[in-house]
């Protein structure tokens, strides 16, 4: 082993305070004071708690499995699967540690870290006799660069704080949660992407009879500070530092909550995370607060940002920019633009349609059903203009047993962090007030933690006959939800006409 050295490489030791066995969630067994023995064995490491005394009483656990969190500065908890083997006992649920002092919990968490490093991810033999894999199934399918910039950027309080100061946001999870106290008290809640630990405290207000919040972030730190200076709930909160996907809690849900939510709903795809955590986590028939998502999609008609994207490939346009001619790229940089989705807030009067929907119910879907979305689009125009783009925005709903709340990102009510999204064409299409849009939004998830977006709205033949006509006009667009072009705009009373002329810098001709 190249971690451990010598004599440490077969056996390491530490005195602990108490080690507390966790063997129901009513009542503990306690080994006090004890030792905690790392050991190998044939090439399989494990880890034993027994009594200073020598005495048949202990506790062994499978380094496999076992995870290491940290309750406090000197109290840890030890989780792994096991079963009972005679007179030992495979530890399949947790237990507490106590520590003399912090310098030995981080000894001990050192140390923890690296017999598992040198027993299972260098792929030394486990007792199953496979070798342990040390990526999980959320590192299969994200890419590394990706994942490190998620973690980094909801581990800094800044971005928390704007996610707080939302108060349309914040507002409706409490008065969910609030309101339906009787689905929170004496239960156990999963708060899945703690963050910053509020919606744990939420649930812990409610009456929560233990909450585990799992944040990957270092944002879990901070989290247990939070939750340490509020004293009357914190002590039914445990933060665990992990992803969902790897974790282990000694205790099913009776209701998960979270966050899940990114731009147009399925940004960043934490909704895969959340299902995942139902599955691993949630009793039968458990609560998920949010229940369903809903992602709106209507056409709509802005002629000022229509120039505005398109004048900001006029650079490209010049032929002597320090005697170089950059003509040559501007059509790539004209479709460069147009394939960013807009994100800003939006006077609804813009919509040329009346909405539609489409609904990801989170207490059924499947995991693999969130890689891909393929909507068949179909409106019939309000009035008589050029439409744009598809413009989406999404609402989620807190199904709780006595209330039941909405949270909604629509354009024309109160602006949330999210906004609203419009994906705008390149090429936008003419219609008469009654005339049939018909289309597709076709979304792929890709492993940057986002998804490649594919739109295509087309006019069918108007009037009489058009029962004999077919498509007179499509128009198609191609987007990167991950790059979206951050606008937010408030929302303008745009005076709407039947036949709005664009901005004299774009000349038809150039279209």
């Given at each position: 082993?190249?971690?451990l ?6 056996k390491?030791e ?11 969630s ?10 905690a ?6 090439g399989?490491?494990e ?8 005495s ?5 656990v499978?380094?496999q ?20 083997t005679?007179t ?11 520590f003399?002092n912090e ?7 050192n ?10 991810v ?37 971005h ?8 349309v946001?914040t507002?409706?999870?409490y008065?969910?949660v ?14 899945v992407?703690a963050g910053s ?5 939420f ?10 919040a ?7 730190e901070y ?7 509020n004293?009357?709930?914190?002590q039914?909160i445990t933060?665990i ?10 205790e099913?849900?009776?209701?998960l ?7 147009l ?6 909704l ?6 139902r ?20 056409p ?26 950059l ?18 807030a ?5 919509l040329?349609?009346?909405?539609m ?6 207490t ?7 890689y891909?979305f ?12 050029r439409?744009h ?15 039941q ?31 049939e849009?018909?289309g ?11 998804y ?37 705009s ?12 664009p901005?004299q810098?774009?000349?038809a001709?150039?279209?």
């Amino acid at each position: 082993m190249e971690g451990l050295k010598g004599e440490e490489a077969q056996k390491q030791e530490f005195v602990l305070a108490s080690v507390s066995e966790l063997a129901s969630s009513s009542s503990s067994s306690s080994l006090t004071p004890a030792v905690a023995r790392f050991s190998a064995e044939d090439g399989v490491g494990e880890l034993r708690f027994q009594q200073e005394a020598e005495s048949d009483a202990r506790v062994n656990v499978d380094l496999q499995t076992a995870q290491l969190f940290k309750l406090g500065p000197v109290q840890s908890v030890c989780i792994s699967e096991g079963s009972d083997t005679g007179t030992e006992k495979l530890f399949s649920r947790g237990v507490t540690i106590h520590f003399k002092n912090e310098e030995e919990s981080g000894a001990f968490h050192n140390a923890f870290e690296q017999w598992k490093k040198d027993f299972i991810v260098q792929g030394k033999k486990l007792p199953n006799g496979e070798i342990s894999s040390s990526k999980s199934k959320f590192d299969d399918k994200i890419e590394p660069s990706s994942a490190k910039m998620y973690f980094h950027y909801y581990g800094q309080l800044l971005h928390q704080q704007n996610m707080l100061q939302d108060y349309v946001r914040t507002g409706t999870y409490y008065a969910a949660v609030i309101e339906n106290r009787v689905d929170f008290t004496g239960r156990v809640v999963v708060d899945v992407g703690a963050g910053s630990g509020i919606l744990s405290l939420f649930a812990a207000q409610a009456g929560a009879k233990h909450v585990y919040a799992v944040e990957a972030s270092e944002m879990a730190e901070y989290a247990r500070k939070l939750i340490a200076g509020n004293p009357s709930l914190g002590q039914r909160i445990t933060v665990i530092k992990g992803k969902v996907e790897e974790v282990e809690l000694p205790e099913k849900a009776d209701i998960l909550i979270s966050e899940p939510m990114g731009t147009l709903l399925i940004n960043e795809r934490m909704l895969e995370t959340y299902v995942i955590a139902r599955d691993r986590f949630l009793q039968p028939n458990g609560k998920m607060f949010p229940t369903l998502g809903r992602i709106h999609m209507a056409p709509f008609s802005d002629e000022y940002l229509f120039v505005e994207i398109a004048n900001k490939a006029l650079f490209w346009q010049q032929q002597n920019y320090y005697g170089v001619d950059l003509q040559p790229l501007y059509a790539s940089a004209f479709q460069g633009y147009f394939s960013q989705p807009v994100v800003d807030a939006f006077d609804p009067r813009l919509l040329v349609a009346p909405s539609m929907s489409h609904v990801i119910d989170f207490t059924k879907i499947n995991e693999e059903d969130l890689y891909e979305f393929d909507i068949p689009l179909r409106f019939v125009a309000a009035v008589g203009t050029r439409v744009h783009g598809l413009a989406c925005w999404f609402d989620v709903l807190f199904d709780g047993s006595t209330v039941q709340r909405w949270l909604t990102t629509a354009p024309g009510a109160p602006t949330t962090h999210w906004y609203q999204l419009r994906c705008v064409l390149s090429q936008p299409i003419y219609v008469m007030a009654g005339q049939e849009i018909t289309g597709r939004l076709h979304m792929i998830a890709h492993n940057a933690q986002s998804y490649t977006i594919y739109l295509t709205l087309a006019a069918k033949m108007w009037g009489p006959g058009a029962e004999q006509g077919g498509i007179i006009q499509e128009s198609s667009c191609k987007l990167d939800l991950k790059e979206p072009y951050y606008r937010m705009s408030q929302p303008q009373a745009y005076t709407i006409t039947q036949d709005q002329q664009p901005h004299q810098q774009i000349q038809a001709q150039d279209l």
